[in-house]
Every structure is written in C-alpha cells, then in structure tokens.
Nanobody
Framework: QVQLEESGGGSVQAGGSLRLSCAAS????????MKWYRQVPGQQRDMVAS???????NYAASVKGRFTISRDNARNTVYLQMNSLEPEDTAVYLC???????????????WGQGTQVTVSS
C-alpha cells in the first residue's frame, strides 16, 4: 500500500515558486523525521530539507533561504515551499520518513515515488 505520496510538482520559470506536499499514513508519519530529497538522473540523491517530529529543521546550503519545510501533524503531511526557483533545482523530489523501529534506535526509511520539478530559464 502507498504510505508516502508526493504531489505538487510541475514546470515553472526561474524565479517562480512551487509547493510540494507529501501525505503519509499515520503509522509512518507520527514521531518520524520527515525529509525531502532530490535526484537528477545519473547523480546521487541529495537531501534538501528535514524536519523532526518536534519541528526542528535543517536545510542543504543550496536551498537555505529559498525553501521552507513544514509539517501538519493533524493531516500527516509534510510540505516543501520552494521560492526563487532556479534551473539547477530541476530534479525528481522524493519524500522520506525516518522512523525508529526498535528500542535500540534502529531507523527504517520509507520512501515516496517522487514528483518531478522542472525549472526553465
């Protein structure tokens, strides 16, 4: 069954904005650190932003000041607001949930299928 589902991708001109959403099952979302990654074909998957269950955030240097991650715990949804988009932001954006699965602190990562973001110059 689908446990993480992204939406909101699309095509936009440089300087524009998009907001990505990732809806998660309650079992996955609750207590998890939620992350957004992006991947360009042939390149490694890079973390863009993360937010803990307590709301602490972290950003890649390349997006700091332009992207904002947030979460709505009532809706089991994490968002990525992307402003001042650049052609270099073009990638598939994937949502991930890092969930602690046992008392030893082992972490299991759940992944969404991804949504394409294309920024034209």
């Amino acid at each position: 069954q689908v446990q993480l589902e992204e939406s909101g991708g699309g095509s936009v001109q440089a300087g524009g904005s998009l907001r990505l959403s990732c809806a998660a099952s309650g079992r996955i979302f609750s207590g998890s650190t939620m992350k957004w990654y992006r991947q360009v074909p042939g390149q490694q998957r890079d973390m863009v932003a993360s937010i803990t269950s307590g709301g602490s955030t972290n950003y890649a240097a390349s997006v700091k000041g332009r992207f904002t991650i947030s979460r709505d715990n009532a809706r089991n949804t994490v968002y990525l607001q992307m402003n001042s988009l650049e052609p270099e932001d073009t990638a598939v954006y994937l949502c991930a949930a890092d969930r602690i699965v046992n008392v030893e602190g082992a972490v299991r990562t759940y992944w969404g299928q991804g949504t394409q973001v294309t920024v034209s110059s």
